[in-house]
């Protein structure tokens, strides 16, 4: 791992630093966790730690271990693109839970990434890799598929670009196969995927759009592999979304804006 302890950088980039060593999968870390992730000093990483102790951005554990604080979660709240989101989502995602007793989940785009905001889970339903507050590859799973499908051709090419790495057996990597399949999520909005992220699970997405016409997020069902007919689970999902969307603010005579088909730019659009 690169050393970040270089000179000329500022406190508050450090602090950030710290702060961002805490993940989902990662959220109590002890102050030998805090030096080895960020790879700075551990007298600074000490000393960083005492300053968001006192300003209520980290909590201390009964066994000396560190983790987010009540403040920072309270300033984590203000945040546009979640709790707004999630509190008009939330009665339409408990519906289409009843409705199907399947996982429904909502996903928002960050970088190269699918963010699972929030997620309804049936007991007996398909075990999955992702949780709230987990990352999905945008490529192989249904609401990476619909967020990089409405991200903007900058963001598709930069993604076909990369390396695609299969996660399973039948996970598209075909950067080819895989803009065919974004062009077809752009011009209906939804998106369907088999087994790509997880084996035995399958899924159907759908996209939020905001009062701007901007794709904000997407809300996805997933179900175990052969137990649904997922072509009788997009109507529904695409109907939450739609609700979801029109709560937001969105009218429909606006369209969908700051979206490019996803063609090769040499192409033109359709």
Known sequence: ???????????SSRLLQVLFAFRPENSVLSLADLTRRTALPHATVHRLVQ????????????????TIGLRLWELGTL?????PLRTVALPFMEDLHEALHQHVQLAVLD???AVVVERFSARNA????????????LHTSAVGKVLLAHGGRQL??????????????????????????LTACWRSGTATVHEETTEEADSVAARI?????????????????????????????????FSISRRLGWNPGIGVRDADLPLPASRPNI
């Open 1 to 11: 791992m690169p050393r970040t302890n270089e000179p000329g950088r500022s406190v």
């Open 111 to 113: 970088g190269h990434e």
């Open 51 to 66: 300053e968001l102790l006192a300003a209520g951005a980290l909590d201390r554990t009964v066994d000396g271990k560190f």
């Open 126 to 137: 398909v075990g999955l890799a992702s949780h709230v507050g987990g990352r999905l590859p």
């Open 79 to 83: 945040a546009p693109l979640s709790v």
């Open 156 to 181: 598709i090419e930069e993604v076909l670009a990369a390396e695609l790495p299969r996660l399973t057996p039948r996970t598209v990597t075909d950067p080819a196969q895989l803009r065919a399949e």
């Open 209 to 241: 759009v905001d009062a701007q016409g901007r794709v904000v997020a997407a809300l996805s069902v997933v179900v175990r592999s052969g137990s649904l007919d997922l072509t009788t689970v997009v109507a529904p999902v695409l109907a939450s979304a």
